[in-house]
């Protein structure tokens, strides 16, 4: 069979996976992007057995197994620990590179936290730097209510 | 020499349409909790955890990186498992090899899924093959009504025999709290049911339901020392098909399916001469009606096209001889993910006479408990009071 | 006191929709051609314990046996006869399109005449009444020029 059919243009099968869906954030973490939504805060849940604070919430401690309920409220500035600059241009929808995003701890928080960087110059971008929140004027309860983090102007 | 694998904690969900109240993790951890109060154990005395679902099934892939939380998984060994329908019977099949192998005397079995959150049916369609089968592939749903219309052809059963199925299904699950559709069906309401896809209605299909099951397995040695009612997994077995010839033989050819070959090695294998009376409850993967009866008779619990007689006569029914699927089976509760793993747990309910309302009529000591799905093969697992 | 849980529970809802370029590999790609150049299709014969498979495949699942000589080639069809079938009343997202499958839409299981093979394909008829298990169908192919070397190059089977 190869030797016969290995001058033969090859057959390929174009398609999509084309798939709506939806996510069920839970109880606990619907309080956390209702507060994102209507007060543009960022709440974080604090473990009362090992003081973790984790942003954004889990209803479970990933140290100690503990149930969590107990909300604290946070600023919305924090430290970059981490970053990267997409250049790529993936297939799906999304940003048009190039941009930036990082892991952001949160000050109050012992969890990082993934988000893109904006209104920042992405030579300049350093471990350490200090950020806060922007929020979107029209937000819809998710995490794109916060348009990104800014450099704090401490840092210029 | 392998070790000896008991069943020494049983936790589930309720099983609804929806819970928007929590997200896949909280979920899950429902059922954990709950098997690890039946066990007495916490998470510190747990090993390994083996989890599974339908990947892609909630719109998310890899999703098992996010419920590591929830699961308890964090700095203990395990695996995550994607075997289509089978799933839930795998995840128990490979906790059995973690125990009986001596690496392990605990290991926490999860399956679950939530499908109020995407087109079941059109997840399935993404299974078959994009070149020659995709386009008339309506997800699960073709393939059993395929295999319903050729058992009947092949057997004179009809569509009543069916709606009894169903209606017996009904009845079971309105004893079961945790079950999803509980709503009682005589046969006349099944029959009026809105056509899905000719010949089935919808009442001859399983729902699309939201829920998580969870047990703990644990070694003998281990078993003995920790609980009161252990269950015991006796045998196991997996067979797999062939694609092609899942679904269908040729007028002529000897019939042969994955079932068939897993009744009988696991009937030879454990010197079981008439399973209708040496087995008192079988839990079979039922996601459609005309299936319980077709794999009633592929695994040899009867002849071929006698499945549809002991309906009739109601050898089936929780209070009959060989009770079907005393929880409602598939046909009434469906995450696919939990729903292999549902089976044995209420197998294992069965043999400890836990089950409550649902309990059988008869003193449990062997029960059947059966996995089936889109990857094309059978789990058949052997469980009992006693370890030898 | 307990709050009463009416509180408002977020769900949100996105959507995946991801391309992909399936290769239909040396067998199922001929198969797929040979209905394109000559309007045929192709099984192929396990040269060991004799079963067919179509398409043709590279390897007997039965006996593990190559399935690799030319020879063992055959065309079966187009006429055949209808082992199974289901017609789809209800319709449900079809995710390759992002559409809603468009109902009636009935699917056979044919067995074609020339060797013990089935495949499944588009029935013309969608009144279950008129369809019944046994009955003698037969593939209707595209015209030449408008096929692609895709499996709609058979456009459906029709009762005869």
């Known amino acids: 069979m190869r030797q016969e059919t290995a001058n033969q243009e090859p057959i390929i099968t174009p398609g999509w996976i084309i798939m709506p869906y939806k996510y069920s954030v839970g109880a606990l973490a619907s309080k956390f992007f209702i507060a994102l939504r209507d007060n543009k805060k960022i709440m974080g849940v604090k473990c009362s057995k090992c003081n973790l604070v984790i942003v954004p919430p889990r209803s479970i401690c990933s140290k100690c197994y503990s149930k969590l309920d107990e909300f604290v409220e946070l600023d919305g500035k924090g430290t970059l620990l981490t970053y990267t600059v997409v250049h790529y241009v993936p297939p799906v929808e999304g940003l048009k590179p190039p941009f930036a995003y990082g892991v952001i701890q949160l000050d109050g928080a012992d969890t990082g936290f993934t988000h893109i960087l904006g209104e920042v110059d992405l030579q300049s971008i350093d471990v350490g730097m200090r950020v806060e929140a922007v929020f979107n004027e029209n937000r819809q309860g998710n995490i794109l209510d916060i348009k990104y983090f800014r450099p704090l102007a401490s840092n210029l | 020499m392998p070790q000896r694998v008991a069943i020494v904690g049983i936790g589930q969900t309720r099983h609804t349409s929806r819970r928007p109240d929590v997200n896949d993790g909280e979920l899950i951890n429902e059922a954990v909790s709950a098997a690890l109060a039946d066990a007495q154990l916490t998470m510190k005395d747990i090993e390994a955890v083996i989890i599974g679902n339908m990947e892609f099934f909630e719109g998310h892939h890899l999703n098992d990186a996010m419920l590591i939380d929830y699961t308890g998984a964090r700095g203990k060994a395990g695996l995550k498992m994607n075997t289509g329908g089978t799933v839930g019977t795998m995840e128990v099949i490979s906790g059995c090899y973690h125990v009986a192998s001596g690496l392990f005397d605990t290991c926490l079995v999860i399956g679950w899924e939530k499908h109020d959150e995407a087109s079941t049916t059109s997840c399935i369609t993404t299974i078959t093959d994009p070149a020659v089968d995709r386009p008339y592939a309506v997800g699960a749903l073709s393939g059993l009504a395929i295999i319903s219309m050729n058992y009947m052809t092949r057997t004179g059963c009809k569509v009543e025999h069916a709606a009894m199925v169903r209606a017996q299904a009904s009845e079971n699950a309105s004893r079961n709290p945790n079950a999803h559709v509980r709503d009682r069906l005589s046969v006349e309401d099944v029959l009026k049911g809105r056509m899905v896809l000719y010949p089935l209605n919808l009442y001859f299909l399983c729902p699309t339901s939201v829920g998580a099951c969870a047990l703990v397995l644990a070694s003998e040695t281990k078993a003995k020392k920790i609980s009161r009612k252990p269950v015991w997994i006796r045998d196991h077995i997996t067979v797999h098909s062939d694609y092609s010839g899942a679904l269908f033989t040729f007028p002529g050819e000897t019939r042969e399916t994955s079932h068939m070959v897993a009744g009988r090695k696991i009937f030879q294998r454990n010197h079981i001469t008439k399973p209708i009376r040496e087995i008192q409850v079988f839990e079979l993967y039922d996601p459609c009606a005309f299936l319980q009866m077709s794999w009633l008779e592929d695994f040899g619990i009867c002849d071929q096209g006698e499945a549809w007689k002991l309906v009739e006569k109601g050898v089936t029914a929780r209070e009959g001889e060989f009770p079907v699927c005393p929880s409602g089976g598939v046909l009434c509760t469906n995450a696919i993910g939990d729903s292999g793993t549902l089976r044995v747990a209420e197998a294992a309910l069965q043999i400890r006479g836990d089950a409550g309302e649902h309990q059988v009529t008869r003193d449990v000591k062997a029960a059947l408990a059966s996995g089936y799905g889109g990857s094309y093969w059978t789990d058949l697992l052997l469980l009992s009071k006693t370890p030898d | ?160």
Request: proline share 7%; glycine share 6%.
């Open chain 3, 1 to 160: 006191m307990q709050q009463k849980t009416t509180d408002e529970l977020i769900t949100q809802e996105m959507l995946l929709k991801i391309p992909y370029r399936w290769a239909a590999g040396e067998h199922i790609g001929e198969f797929l051609r040979e209905l394109r150049r000559s309007g045929k299709i192709y099984a192929n014969k396990c040269p060991k314990c004799g079963r067919f498979r179509c398409p043709p495949a590279p390897v007997c699942s039965r006996c593990h046996t190559k399935m690799e000589e030319r020879e063992k080639w055959v065309h079966v069809g187009p006429k055949g006869t209808l082992l199974s079938f289901f017609v789809a009343e209800q319709s449900f997202l079809v995710p390759t399109t992002g559409d809603m499958l468009e109902v009636p839409f009935s699917v056979g299981v044919i067995w074609l005449d020339g060797a013990p093979v089935a495949l499944w394909h588009q029935l013309e008829e969608t009144n279950p009444d008129k369809i019944k298990v046994g009955m003698r169908v037969e593939a209707v192919f595209k015209p030449k020029e408008q096929r692609q070397a895709n499996i709609f190059d058979i456009l459906h089977f029709k009762a005869i």
